[in-house]
């Protein structure tokens, strides 16, 4: 059930930034046919940065440091590229144009991914 509610909350993360970024886009289509291919998208985001976002933090480490962090939004903004690059090869009309598309993007995702996070239950409280 966990599960769920995250790739539920990066789809709606994900189609916030199609509604605020210029260069995101997720194509004409229905409005079920749009949760899908969101929901989609969310999974294979959320698998992107499962694989991908400890490798490239463990070799970058330097630069994580060198910037004081400022690099992870350069890392952000690449991994939501790929993911789009990904949904395109699946036939998935979700698009990003760009590398400041994607970076604007990755900001929105991630700001609102957080705020869905504070209104979601996290399923760690102790139940009395």
């Avoid at 294979?44 to 992870?72: E, M, Q």
């Avoid at 970076?103 to 996290?122: E, S």
């Amino acid at each position: 059930m966990r599960i769920l509610l995250k790739v539920g909350a990066t789809a709606v993360a994900l189609w916030v930034a199609t509604v605020l970024i210029d260069g995101i886009t997720l194509g004409d289509q229905t409005t079920s046919r749009r949760i899908l291919t969101l929901a989609a998208v969310a999974v294979i985001f959320g698998l992107v940065n499962a694989v991908l976002k400890p490798l490239i933090k463990t070799l970058g480490c330097a630069f994580y440091v060198l910037t004081l962090g400022l690099i992870g939004l350069v890392v952000n903004a690449l991994l939501l590229w790929l993911t789009s690059e990904l949904a395109e090869g699946l036939d998935l009309p979700f698009h990003v144009a760009g590398f400041w598309p994607a970076f604007w993007g990755a900001i929105v995702v991630g700001v609102v991914g957080w705020l869905l996070h504070l209104l979601l239950p996290d399923g760690d409280e102790d139940e009395d």
